[in-house]
């Protein structure tokens, strides 16, 4: 099968159906490649929900809203942050990834199931995907690679993928747990955290660790910790480390995972990857590819790199995670921090002061 399109998107998850999407709506011809149309991307499912109204996301695809989290230092010490109204949405990934890739199609972007293998050319690019055991060939003047973490268009074009986290998740129904909740301690999650979240169904909980090898053992001694016997599916899958180094290759622009657009600390990535996604396809709407970075670093460089600087400070050892839950404890520190994981548009001041009481109060 030949095709041709304007736009080529590789990978249909939450980048890549948002960027042809907004493609597709201003009349660009637009391919949508997903490798499996069914695919449940193991995930949490936590969107903060502004992001609804923000990308005309229908409410439907919410299970569950989250109106406050919890933080457990190692020590056992707790804090329950209030979110107010502007809380966070649980989503059943499946669901809403297949929402998204319809709303694409409906505003004219051709979906289609196959896997990208291939890339040549650099004025106008021939890409190889394959459906089971047929080859389809597609011509695209640009390639937009929003094909998660594992990115083969990274690969194609040379480009070694991403430094990354392991998180191991296991969804458990018939459990409830109303809150959003993440557990710090050396014992079961050196370096990250482990966490609690409500589910469509059930719960997902899960533990990061930069090893692989190590998170079964690790992940068990946190159901010990949170007094949980019962079991589920287990899935072990890449968190990217974001370092801000990709954003382009000659006319392919990378969005979302593919380009390590996780936020640090929290390692929220699906509002990051729409954000982004939207923001590659205006770029080409506009035909100035080098607004992409300008546009990504305007709306969040100063918060990517805040949050790097606290990831790396207050995870280091189990000291620095008792200091995180006891700053949470003041009414100060949880505004700011609501100011700086809820309102995706907060300016320069919001850091600036939210830096400040981390340092005021450190001292
Ligand atoms: C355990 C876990 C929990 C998480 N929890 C949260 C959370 O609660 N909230 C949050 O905001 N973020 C969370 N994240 C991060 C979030 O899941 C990702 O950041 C987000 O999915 C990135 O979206 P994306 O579109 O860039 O990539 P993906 O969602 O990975 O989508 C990539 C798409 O590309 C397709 N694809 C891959 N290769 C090819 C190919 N060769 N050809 C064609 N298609 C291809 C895949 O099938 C997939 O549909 C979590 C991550 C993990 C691992």
Known sequence: MRLQAKVLVVG????????????????????????????????????????????????????????????????????????????????????????????????????????????????????????????????????????????????????????????????????????????FGSSHAPGSYSWVFPAHEGISLGTGHFSPGELQNLFEKFKIRKGIKAEGLRKIYRIPLWDGGLYQSGRVLFAGDSAGQVLPLTYEGIYYAMTSGALAAQAILLGEMNNYKKMWKYRFQKRFVLMEKLRSYFLKDDTTAERLVALHKRPEIQLASRSLWLMKDSHKKSFLSYSGLIRKFLH
């Open 12 to 183: 249909g998850g939450p980048a890549g159906a948002t960027a042809a999407k907004v493609l597709a709506a201003q009349g660009t011809e637009v391919i949508l490649l997903e490798r499996n149309l069914s695919f449940a991307k193991p995930c949490g499912g936590g969107l903060i929900l502004s992001a609804f109204h923000e990308f005309s996301i229908p409410r439907t695809t919410i299970k569950k809203e989250i109106r406050n989290i919890k933080l457990i230092s190692p020590a056992g010490e707790h804090v329950t942050v209030e979110l107010g109204e502007s809380g966070i949405a649980i989503v059943q990934r499946k669901e809403f990834d297949s929402v998204l890739r319809e709303q694409a199609w409906a505003a004219g972007s051709c979906v289609l199931e196959g896997e990208f293998s291939a890339i040549t050319g650099n004025t106008l690019y021939r890409i190889e995907a394959w459906t089971g055991d047929k080859k389809i060939e597609i011509t695209a003047e640009y390639v937009i690679a929003a094909d998660g973490v594992n990115s083969k268009v990274r690969k194609a074009l040379g480009i070694s993928p991403p430094a990354s986290l392991f998180a191991l998740s296991e969804y458990i129904r018939g459990v409830q747990n109303e809150t959003c909740e993440f557990w």
